[in-house]
Every structure is written in structure tokens, then in C-alpha cells.
């Protein structure tokens, strides 16, 4: 089955500063690679996604990049903000159409110090 | 996105005992699935709630423990049995709406004593 493994597990920098999240993953068949963001006590937030006919999407201050034959996309946040303090999970799906279940990273603990 | 709602929202139960969690979306949705989060740690599928026929169960988690009822396209139900302290964690339901997006409901926040 699939398998995401996520990096770091936590990361701290300075607001203002950008912030980046990678993940790999190991089923070459993946189509689909959401990313969500998890504040303490909330449920997960869906906040962008990627799918495989692109390379990169952008929407605000984040934006995420897919390179599918190396098996890898990353979550950048720019121009950080104490409301981006949170964790981070990356997931992957085979399916386009959604009747597949998401393989979710471990998650990224990210604090960013005013 | 679809509007999920959880019941209940938490609850503190005792050893050996069972508890029904309640998921309600307000559309209909083919794919329903329940999570599990333990503290600090990522989501855990349990199992993809099938409507009509039974749920299929991930790895590590069984229907005699984890029973789940989809009557309709828009309600589901996740039973915790037979509860130990192990179980006390956050369960989660997630749909995949219209579009293709997964998204969560609340959550419940389990606690056995």
C-alpha cells in the first residue's frame, strides 16, 4: 500500500519568514495530494491541493509543488504568521475521483515565533 | 464543502462499556470514512462506511469492536465497544464531497476511565 513520510516533524521560524513542508510517497499510481491544517483542539482543514497534471499551485501565501517522478511535493508558506502556527499533514490518494482513501504524512508541528 | 456535524462532541465513559458516535452531513455523499487521532499523533482510517452493505475495515481494526451503520447517503454511525482505556482518542468522520475534497467533522473526544 501507499506510504508518506513527512519532514520535519516540527519547525520553528521567525514570523515573516517562509516555511516549507516535504513529503514523499511511495505508490506511484498517487494522483492526488491534499494538504491540511490541524490548529489544537480543530478538526483537520483542508488548504490546498494538488493534483498530478500539474507542478505547482498557488493560492495566497501558500503554495505546493509536485515533482511525481521523483515521488515528492512540499507545502511552501510564505511571509509566516502566528495564526500559521499549527500542524501540518500531507496525504496522498490514487484516485482523481475520490473513491479511494487518503495515506496521510505524520504530521509537521509548526510554530512560528513572533 | 459539505457541513459536517458530530455527535457527541465529547463524552467520558467507563471500561466495558460502548459508545455511538454520530456523523450528519448536510448532502449527500458516496465515500464516508472514520478516523481515529491519538494525541499528537496523525489520523488512523478505521474504516470506509459503505452504504447498504458493511463497512470495510483497515488493517488493526475489526467489526466486532468498531461496528459502523450507513443507512442513507447522508448519516453514518461509528460504535466503539466494549471500551478500555486504549480507546480514549478523538474519532473523526470525513466525507468526500462533490469535488472530489475530503473533509472532517468535528470530531469526538473519547475518554475512558
Known amino acids: 500500500g501507499e506510504n508518506v513520510e513527512q519532514h520535519p516533524s516540527t519547525l520553528s521560524v521567525q514570523e515573516g519568514d517562509s516555511a516549507v513542508i516535504k513529503c514523499t510517497y511511495s505508490d506511484s499510481a498517487s494522483n492526488y495530494f491534499p494538504w491540511y491544517k490541524q490548529e489544537l483542539g480543530k478538526r483537520p482543514q483542508l488548504i490546498i491541493d494538488i493534483r498530478s497534471n500539474v507542478g505547482e499551485k498557488k493560492d495566497q501565501r501558500i503554495a505546493v509543488t509536485l515533482n511525481k517522478t521523483a515521488k515528492h511535493f512540499s507545502l511552501h508558506i510564505t511571509e509566516t504568521q502566528p495564526e500559521d502556527s499549527a500542524v501540518y499533514f500531507c496525504?496522498?490518494?490514487?484516485?482523481?475521483?475520490?473513491?479511494?482513501?487518503?495515506?496521510f504524512g505524520t504530521g509537521t508541528r509548526l510554530t512560528i515565533i513572533p | 464543502s459539505a457541513v459536517i456535524s458530530q455527535k457527541p462532541s465529547r463524552d467520558i465513559c467507563q471500561r466495558g462499556t460502548s459508545l455511538t458516535i454520530q456523523c450528519q452531513v448536510d448532502?449527500?455523499?458516496?465515500?464516508m470514512f472514520w478516523y481515529r487521532q491519538q494525541p499528537g499523533q496523525s489520523l488512523t482510517l478505521i474504516a470506509t462506511?459503505?452504504?447498504?452493505?458493511?463497512?470495510?475495515?483497515e488493517s488493526g481494526f475489526v467489526i466486532d469492536k468498531f461496528p459502523i451503520s450507513r443507512p442513507n447517503l447522508t448519516f453514518s454511525t461509528l460504535t466503539v465497544s466494549n471500551m478500555s482505556p486504549e480507546d480514549s482518542s478523538i474519532y473523526l468522520c470525513?466525507?468526500?464531497?462533490?469535488?472530489?475534497?475530503?473533509?472532517f467533522g468535528p470530531g469526538t473526544r473519547l475518554t475512558v476511565l
Open positions: 496525504a496522498a490518494r490514487r484516485s482523481n475521483f475520490g473513491n479511494e482513501k487518503l495515506t
Open positions: 448532502s449527500q455523499v458516496t465515500m
Open positions: 462506511a459503505n452504504q447498504g452493505s458493511e463497512a470495510t475495515y
Open positions: 470525513s466525507v468526500v464531497s462533490s469535488d472530489k475534497k475530503q473533509f
